[in-house]
């Protein structure tokens, strides 16, 4: 089984920055992809940005240039750091660890930590 648990989530003030972490544990040998999804209130969950193994990003155009993704593969763990914050950026922040094994394809989610950007 696999924990995700994540951390760094809070009230900002809009041009603010914040810094999310995530880490995996548990029957790990090695993660394929991390992310960042968002949902705000009566929306959909969407991606904001994620990493794979090899270092390669992608980012939601609605925050390129604001967030940067990263990841310490020896602790398995992924950080957002979320610069220049809009109150559209407000929602419950989860992350994904996505593992590609022999046996089939799987996502771990955390429960997700809160971003609120109001002055």
């Known amino acids: 089984q696999v924990q995700v648990v994540e951390s760094g989530g809070g009230l900002v003030q809009p041009g603010g920055s914040l810094r999310l972490s995530c880490a995996a544990s548990?029957?790990?040998?090695?993660?394929?992809?991390m992310g960042w999804y968002r949902q705000a209130p009566g929306k959909q969950r969407e991606l904001v940005a994620a990493?794979?193994?090899?270092?390669?990003?992608n980012y939601a155009d609605s925050v390129k240039g604001r967030f940067t993704i990263s990841r310490d593969n020896a602790k398995n763990t992924v950080y957002l750091q979320m610069n220049s914050l809009k109150p559209e950026d407000t929602a419950v922040y989860y992350c994904?660890?996505?593992?590609?094994?022999?046996?089939?394809?799987?996502?771990?989610w955390g429960q997700g930590t809160q971003v609120t950007v109001s002055s």
């Open positions: 994904n660890v996505h593992l590609e094994l022999a046996s089939g394809n799987y996502d771990y």
């Open positions: 990493i794979s193994s090899g270092a390669s990003t």
């Open positions: 548990g029957s790990i040998f090695s993660i394929d992809a």
